[in-house]
């Protein structure tokens, strides 16, 4: 299709106009057919021609054309403002007829002419003012400022880039120090460096308990294919069944869901046997260092000393007691790592451990070994279910030994019974029965209530209360010295003496020889007995108190009360420990000195202590097994009953306490045996004699050379 001619409409006179405002109902002329312009141009019919060439076409044809109705004085034509704008607006221009068109043009749908009938009516013209009305042009609508929004991106991308900037400063220069630490904290590997565990040891530094080097088996489940399989191939070398082994092996989840990586297999397994397993070359299976804790005498002293556990923490005994001084502190490496190897020029500080410290106690091995043996062969024999055996050094109320039974093997200590682990030296509660008599002739012969020459007429019972109070061998009512009374432990002339002294002065000796309290030996778990008050008392009491009924104890508070009567009547409390040796420098401490108190003068004790010879040395005495050749023995016998609870056990406790050299002695031993069955009162004085025996031989103590005094029972 040809271009189509934008040559503009030209008048006669050659110039270029549109069609004048003043076309329409004002211009004579009608219409040229075929009229150019804005509306001309506009005006195409659907077959692509225009209105004047369909105007002409129609005249042709005989059609009528048409009739345009003006409206308000104007041309319907919407463009024709337009045209005569650009027409300088001559309305009767001569309108030039556009160039034949020789293609198809975009056409218009063709217009339907207005019915036929009478004009539309046309409006008032609307009164004018003096004033004309401007007409304002409407103002174009206002484009964006693209400067504008350049500023307001640039300011937004700038505060983005402060806010940036602000972070990464406060990041370097504040929250560094918490980031650095977080990280650190992610690379930091920590090696446990362990104490090593202080010591026990005899009074003349052999070995009870110590550690020794050893190495702990672990596993991490995580690592490990086949559980099975590297159970049977550990399971020899550690005496544990595979099927134990394995059920480690596979691990177990932990509370955040998590697999655990580390598993105990073996504690305390020797060095060479963990060399053994880390030859098989088991993936998931490790070793480290570790201790063992090691008793070289199995039971020796083992209810005394106690145990540790598997991490080395003492749980019964001295090992218990003093576990802050024997546990010592551990020490650690703290250093960067990665891939489980330390990183070169990272991080690393080491803290060094503190071994713990050692106990030097105050027991003799060997002493103690006897005493054990003997305790335990007398205890088999008479069939004895509890037994007990304390050896005590007078003036320092050092234990020599203590031994107890039953006793059990604190190297494999998880096998043995929990009753047998006791101590019965501190924990055996007993009525002590006529070994507490010596009490009562103490107390009465400190408050002059007797004197050593006193005798008194002795029945061969008496009542107290609603209870009767016999002798097993009678007096029938004949004087009877003191010394006869405690050789033949009267029931009776005990009552009579506790008569004259009153309870509240009994009650008072009876705490100044440490009954009633423990001894502060350092045992955990040690028994303070129990004395029965004044207010309590009944009718019979006036009768058992005396006589050691009614009157909880244990064994070592009642060696400790004879030790009082050695040693010139003041009280020592027992001690165990010796010393105690620093485990940094080796330094050597002796603990604070025991409490001590007056209980008798010095004469008080030596009269008393020749009261209590009689009971080794008289026809018929109670105590002449108890006799040790070639040296005086002062000392006494009695039956009570153990208390569990505060009750009675059936049978009876048969008990020895004595001492020697009787002129100036030097050891106590006190032995007790609980025999259910009965029949235990021929035991403890047998087992004494062998036990002081050893005692002096052992320590060289010269025999006396002074004999026995000669005692008159029945003076006339």
């Known amino acids: ?34 009229g150019g312009g804005i509306s001309g141009a506009r005006a195409y019919t659907p077959r692509g021609r225009t209105l004047g060439e369909q105007r002409l076409g129609d005249a042709r044809a005989g059609r009528a054309e048409p009739r345009r109705t003006p409206r308000g004085g104007r041309s319907s034509d919407p463009f024709r403002p337009a045209l005569q704008v650009l027409s300088g607006g001559r309305a009767n221009a001569a309108r030039r007829e556009p160039p034949r068109r020789t293609s198809v043009v975009r056409t218009v749908p ?33 484009l964006a400022d693209p400067h504008r929004r350049l500023r307001l991106g640039t300011v937004l991308v700038l505060a983005l880039f402060a806010v940036i900037g602000i972070r990464l400063v406060v990041l370097q220069a504040v929250e560094s120090p918490a980031y650095a630490g977080a990280g650190l904290a992610d690379r930091m590997r920590t090696v446990v460096l362990p104490a090593p565990r202080g010591t026990i040891q005899d009074r003349y530094g052999e070995l009870l308990a110590h550690s020794v080097e050893a190495r702990y088996v672990y596993a991490d489940p995580t690592q490990i294919d086949d559980p099975e399989a590297t159970a049977q191939a550990l399971s020899a ?17 932990l509370p955040r869901g998590r697999q655990s990586e580390f598993e105990y297999l073996a504690r305390g397994v020797d060095v060479g046997l963990a060399e053994q397993i880390m030859a098989l070359d ?15 005498g199995g039971d020796l002293a083992a209810n005394l000393i106690g145990f540790t556990s598997l991490d080395k923490i003492g749980l019964e005994g001295l090992e218990a007691r003093y576990e802050k001084l024997l546990a010592g502190k551990d020490g650690q490496i703290r250093q960067e790592a990665a891939l489980g190897a330390p990183i070169p020029g990272g991080f690393s500080e080491t803290t060094e451990a503190k071994p713990g410290s050692s106990l030097k106690l105050t027991i003799d091995r060997d002493l103690q070994y006897i005493v054990q043996v003997q305790l335990a062969e007398a205890m088999a024999a008479a069939k ?19 031994a107890s039974y039953p006793t059990y093997d604190a190297r494999n200590w998880q096998e043995s019974d929990p009753a047998d682990r006791d101590d ?50 009678r007096a029938n009512g004949q004087q009877m010295s003191l010394a006869g009374m405690m050789a033949y432990s009267s029931n009776v002339g005990t009552i009579a003496i506790a008569d004259r002294l009153g309870p509240d002065r009994l009650i008072d000796y009876q705490q ?22 004044a207010d309590e008392w009944s009718g019979s009491s006036y009768g058992s108190v005396p006589i050691g009924h009614s009157v909880d104890a244990t064994p070592l508070q009642m060696a400790a009360a004879y030790a009082a009567i050695a040693n010139d009547g003041t009280y020592v409390a027992p001690r165990l420990v010796k010393e105690i040796i620093s485990g940094t420098d080796g330094k050597h401490t002796t603990p604070e000195a025991p409490p001590t108190r007056k209980v008798l003068t010095p004469d008080t004790a030596a009269e008393l202590r020749t009261i209590l010879e009689a009971v080794t040395t008289v026809d018929g005495a109670t105590g002449q097994e108890a006799a040790v050749p070639g040296y005086r023995v002062a000392g006494k016998t009695g039956t009570g009953y153990r208390l569990v609870n505060g009750r009675k056990q059936p049978g009876e406790v048969a008990a020895f306490i004595g001492m020697a050299p009787a002129e100036k002695p030097r050891y106590v031993i006190a032995v007790f045996a609980h025999t259910p069955g009965g029949g235990g009162g021929d035991v403890a004085a047998p087992m004494f004699r062998d036990m002081m025996r050893f005692t002096l031989q052992h320590y060289k103590v010269p025999p006396s050379t002074v004999a026995p005094p000669k005692f008159d029972v029945f003076p006339r």
């Open 237 to 253: 070398l550690l005496g544990t069944p595979a099927a134990e082994l394995a059920e480690k092996l596979r691990g177990r989840t």
């Open 384 to 402: 004895g279910s509890t037994g007990a055996a304390v050896v005590l050094e007078v003036g320092t109320g050092e234990v020599l030994a203590q």
């Open 110 to 142: 063709r217009r339907t002419p207005p019915p036929e009938g009478p004009s539309p009516r046309r409006r008032p013209p609307r009164p004018t003012s003096a004033r004309p009305t401007v007409r304002r042009r409407p103002r174009p609508p206002r």
């Open 282 to 296: 088991l993936k998931g299976i490790n070793v480290r260092r570790d201790e063992r804790r090691e008793v070289p």
């Open 1 to 34: 299709m040809p271009p189509r001619s934008e040559e503009p409409r030209r008048d006669a006179t050659g110039s270029r106009r549109g069609p004048s405002r003043g076309d329409g109902p004002a211009d004579p002329r009608p219409a040229e057919p075929g």
């Open 424 to 473: 019965v030296a501190t924990g055996f509660v007993i009525e002590p029965g006529s070994v507490h008599k010596a009490i009562t002739f103490g107390a009465a012969l400190q408050e002059g209530v007797i004197t050593p020459d006193t005798t008194l007429p002795i029945a061969n019972a008496v009542r107290r209360g609603d209870t009767a109070f016999t002798d097993t061998r």
């Open 512 to 533: 100044r020889f440490g009954l009633g309290e423990p001894t502060g030996v350092g045992l955990l778990g040690e028994a303070s007995g129990r004395l029965l008050p």
